[in-house]
Nanobody, 117 residues
Framework: QVQLVESGGGLVQAGGSLRLSCAAS????????MGWYRQAPGKQRELVATINSGGSTNYADSVKGRFTISRDDAKNTVILQMNSLKPEDTAVYYC???????????WGQGTQVTVSS
């Protein structure tokens, strides 16, 4: 059974920073993509950032230049460094990893990020 444990969410003032971490454990054959999505109240879940096994990254336009995604393959961990946070970044943030052998995505339980104005 694969588990993803997220940490680092919380309450921060606008302009502040938070660092989200997600560690995967269990039987994963090969992690290809890792990333973060978020869901604000009343809105659909949206992509925030992804990183593939080669280190290539992809960001939502709304977070480019403010957020940085990275990964530590030795620890099966994906990190999201969030700077210059805005109230519109308030959401539940979910991490995911993709097992490229069995073509399955695994999701974390979500961590709340709240940015006050």
């Amino acid at each position: 059974q694969v588990q993803l444990v997220e940490s680092g969410g919380g309450l921060v003032q606008a302009g502040g920073s938070l660092r989200l971490s997600c560690a995967a454990s269990g039987i994963i054959f090969r992690i290809n993509a890792m990333g973060w999505y978020r869901q604000a109240p009343g809105k659909q879940r949206e992509l925030v950032a992804t990183i593939n096994s080669g280190g290539s990254t992809n960001y939502a336009d709304s977070v480019k230049g403010r957020f940085t995604i990275s990964r530590d393959d030795a620890k099966n961990t994906v990190i999201l460094q969030m700077n210059s946070l805005k109230p519109e970044d308030t959401a539940v943030y979910y991490c995911y990893v993709r097992d490229s052998v069995i073509l399955r995505d695994y999701w974390g339980q979500g961590t709340q990020v709240t940015v006050s104005s």
